[in-house]
């Protein structure tokens, strides 16, 4: 059964602090690892990861995979009150068509 | 372009009802994945529609169904509600091409059973 593991479950942080949000996996026949941020609505989604070691950035987000150790981990630097919701990672293997959600990191930042 | 859409956006029913709700995918995508979303369980896969045909379940009964249109919208069906399928469920588009395998969710709809 595929397995997802992320951690912390909840953080609190101040405004400009970084925090780094991990995310574990086993999945049957990997293929991609997506990331996910949920404010009061659906999830939006900000990086896909298919390959170790290749570091994605959008702004102030990044995001980098480990294939061999199986996680991946999402950075956010100089962090703001709108960063503040719940961070998702879904890996999905080939052929099955599906993610697999972990139960989220719910971020914080206060001013 | 227009993002998944999803209606109704809230519905409230009782216990022993079914509901159907509804999705339109990004066009020209032709998956689309239904979720349900709970406090305790979080985001779980239903089922995934391309082509009207389902590729994929995920484990949940058989109250719980779905199907697909030539136009690529979606429908999903929940029969005999219980309390327990208050929930919120999405549905994720994507072009299902190899290496392009991001799905976009609607803003789902709210079912709460009474």
Redesign the interface.
């Known amino acids: 059964e595929d397995k997802v593991v992320q951690s912390p479950l909840s953080l609190v942080v101040h405004e400009g602090d970084t925090v780094t949000l991990n995310c574990s996996y086993e999945v049957t026949n990997f293929?991609?690892l997506?990331w996910?941020k949920q404010e009061k609505?659906?999830?939006?989604?900000l990086f896909?990861l298919?390959s170790s070691g290749i570091e994605k950035k959008s702004g102030r987000l990044s995001s980098i995979l480990d294939k061999k150790e199986l996680f991946s981990i999402l950075n956010i630097t100089a962090t703001q009150t709108g960063d503040s919701a719940v961070y998702?990672c879904?890996p999905?293997g080939a052929g099955?068509?599906?993610?697999?959600?972990?139960?989220?990191t719910k971020l914080s930042v206060i001013p | 372009k227009a993002g998944?859409t999803q209606t109704p956006r809230y519905l409230i029913k009782t216990r022993g009802q079914q509901v159907t709700l509804s999705c339109s995918p990004i066009s020209g995508h032709r998956?689309v994945?239904w979720?349900q979303q709970t406090p305790g369980q979080?985001?779980?896969?239903l089922f995934?529609y391309?082509s009207e045909t389902q590729?994929?379940k995920?484990n949940f009964p058989g109250r719980f169904s779905g199907r697909q249109f030539s136009n690529s919208r979606s429908e999903m069906n929940v029969s005999t509600l219980e309390l327990g399928d208050s929930a919120l469920y999405?549905c994720?588009s994507s072009t299902?091409t190899p290496?392009e395998?991001?799905?976009?969710?609607?803003?789902?709809t709210r079912l709460l059973v009474l």
């Open positions: 293929r991609s997506l996910y609505k659906a999830p939006t989604f896909m298919t998702l879904a999905s099955s068509y599906q993610l697999t959600f972990g139960k989220g | 998944v998956s994945s979720y979080g985001l779980q896969f995934e391309f590729r994929n995920g999405l994720a299902s290496g395998e991001t799905q976009y969710f609607g803003p789902g």
